[in-house]
Structures are given as C-alpha cells and as structure tokens.
C-alpha cells in the first residue's frame, strides 16, 4: 500500500535526468555502463514518465512507440527505498491509460524478475514465442 501519494507526468523537463541516467547505467543489468550520450538519445525518443512524491522523482518508465500500432516498455524502476508500496503498480496504471497508447495492437516487454507487477497489467507470456527473433549485443556499452 501507497505511504505517500506518487504525482506522475509524462513531461520530459520534469525529469530528473541525473538519477534516472544514475540509477539505469549502475544499478540495473540491461544498461550497466551505458554511456550518458546514448541514454540522453533514447529519452528523446521516446514517451517517459516519472514518477514523484512531494517533487523528488522516486520512479521511472520508458516507452519505444509509434503511438499507433506497438510500444516496447523499459527501463522501469521504482527506487529501492521505495518498493514494496504500490508505487509501480501506479505508474503502470497512468501509462497505460496514456492517451498514446490506446489502440494500439501490441505492448511488449521483458523482465526477468517482476512478472507479478506485470500480470496485473494484462500481460502474459507469448503466446507463439517462435514467432520472435532479436540482433542482441549485451556488451555494446562496453566498446562505446
């Protein structure tokens, strides 16, 4: 349960650049060691939301999109001092209720620990797993 009440905006000046930019390249596994440069480009291309309690940006959520047909969700986090209090389920629910992101055919995303927070949302294993395929390169920062 909420401790304190999370106001979330979809404004990219309100973000706290910083932290987030902190936060995703030392403490998360899929952006480890991202250079600023690259993660400054992925904002600007894309729909972001923050997540704060009383101004101070306690979570994040990024999304790749069309606004059209597909979105990718990452780069999602609430901040360590704040889980366990209903904080992502919130965001989750303000952007899925985005108005950028009805209709639209396919939402995807991978996670490798928090399915329950995702499950809620609607989201299920795929369906034909087959059907997927990726150009992965996990040490791309590492050469940048």
Known sequence: MQQQELTISHDKADLDIEMVYTFLSQETPWAKGMPRETFER???????????????????????????????????????????????????????????????????????????????????RLTNPQLFMQVHNPDVYKTA
Do not use: N, W
């Open 42 to 124: 992925a904002v600007a291309g894309s729909l972001c939301f923050g997540g704060y309690i009383e101004g101070r940006q306690i979570a994040f959520a990024r999304l790749i999109t069309d606004e059209a047909t597909f979105a990718y969700l990452c780069d999602v986090f609430v901040l360590p001092a704040y889980r366990g209090k209903g904080y992502a389920s919130a965001l989750m629910k303000h952007v899925f209720a985005s108005p950028s992101l009805q209709g639209l055919r396919r939402i995807m995303l991978a996670t490798t620990d928090a399915h329950h927070v995702y499950a809620s949302h609607g989201f299920e």
